[in-house]
DNA sequence: GTAAATTTGTGAATAAAATCACATAATTTT
DNA sequence: AAAATTATGTGATTTTATTCACAAATTTAC
């Protein structure tokens, strides 16, 4: 069993455990971890069972043993390269965020079909669209951002699945579909407002 | 009844009929929206069913028709005016973003402490944080998009709940708390990075 | 060293969400 | 205008996710 949301949810459980780390916290109970992240104690340890991660009765988790076996769940036991694809102004903010600096997770290079954004000296290289392929062997890179307009969606995609990429984090407006060769995940910034929208209008709490 | 994830998927039966109608559509079925958006006719009637939201037994649904009772449902019959704070590399690449201009949704204006990126004469502007409290009252602002550093979230955030915001889209990697006042939507982007690797590392499809 | 206290780990129970399946309505065909 | 076809709309069913509740383990107190 795996689905989407009990791995955000370790990816919660990930943060909060590293904040309290940086606190000097040595131990951590599933208590604490359900206030910081907002969901129930046996949710914790529900969640933390089903990926055999596991603490000492009534001793808690230690943070540092726990931290390494939510990387390993994670993947994030070792660096995770990524291309950004569309060098706009979303892009160039993902290219530059400040909030990966810690993480194992490096955007390695941009590419664009606009020549004014071509860079070679950059600290993230910015190349032309036709060095792409050539750029994913090399580099062996499986991951991808899309942060390109809607209507060059769906071809800077099929690019990307052909040249091998395992993994497209699509920012796009444009919704791609995951397939055996390709795992799509959409963000739909538009979306997203829409949905706290809706929940400030109804005054309804959301439920996730 | 009313979950985040029913109202993701209404945002995304928008998505799919603006762009049919753009097509020049004039009806729409159940299957279709389906395709479209990765999961299954009934599950689009189920969704339409709880949010009252019929079309035409054979007939299938009027795009023009449905896309006035999705946009009622969601909220977005009328101007959403967002402020942002913190106008950082992100901030500004949201205020910049085009993908909303088609939408209801207008950002207007940013809030930062940085003298230097103070702006009364841009499309947008930008203000400092002293004057947050009373452009909020004077435009009337209710919802609001936070883009700072972790470390400064929860000032912001305490100043934008005193300020009488009742809705916050929060890209810092800190989780913050909905109440009765306020409804808070976090949206980390290292979580959503993580969950792809997680997802490309096991080679399992995300099931949502 | 025994008893009391506390926290995990997980089957069992409950709740929530998705799918099925089919009666009902509208349209098209003949 | 009757019969055949095609979609919706929604209770019933199934599946999935969450919470409950308590035995097992460990620590602390006496």
Chains 1, 2 share one sequence.
Do not use: W
Request: glycine share 6%.
């Amino acid at each position: 069993m795996s689905n989407r949301s009990r791995i955000l949810r370790l990816s919660r459980y990930k943060n909060a455990a590293l904040r309290l780390k940086s606190l000097n916290f040595l131990k951590v109970f599933s208590d604490n971890l359900a206030d910081a992240t907002g969901v129930t104690a046996s949710q914790v340890r529900k969640d933390f069972s089903i990926f055999s991660i596991s603490g000492n009765r009534r001793g808690g988790y230690q943070i540092e043993e726990l931290l390494t076996q939510l990387n390993r769940v994670l993947g994030k036991d070792k660096l995770q390269k990524f291309i950004l694809v569309g060098v706009g102004n979303l892009g160039r903010a993902l290219i530059n965020y400040q909030g990966f600096a810690k993480s194992e997770i490096k955007i390695v290079a941009g590419f664009d079909t606009d020549p004014a954004k071509f860079n070679r000296k950059a600290d993230t290289l910015i190349l032309p669209m036709d060095e792409l392929a050539g750029f994913i062997k090399t580099n062996e890179v499986e991951l991808a951002i899309l942060t390109v307009p809607e209507f060059n969606a769906q071809e800077a995609f099929d690019k990307l699945k052909a040249a091998g990429i395992k993994g497209i984090l699509n920012f796009a407006p444009t919704r791609l579909k995951s397939d055996d060769k390709v795992i799509v995940h959409n963000l739909n910034l538009e979306t997203e407002f829409e949905n706290l929208i809706y929940f400030v209008n109804t005054k309804t709490l959301p439920s996730d």
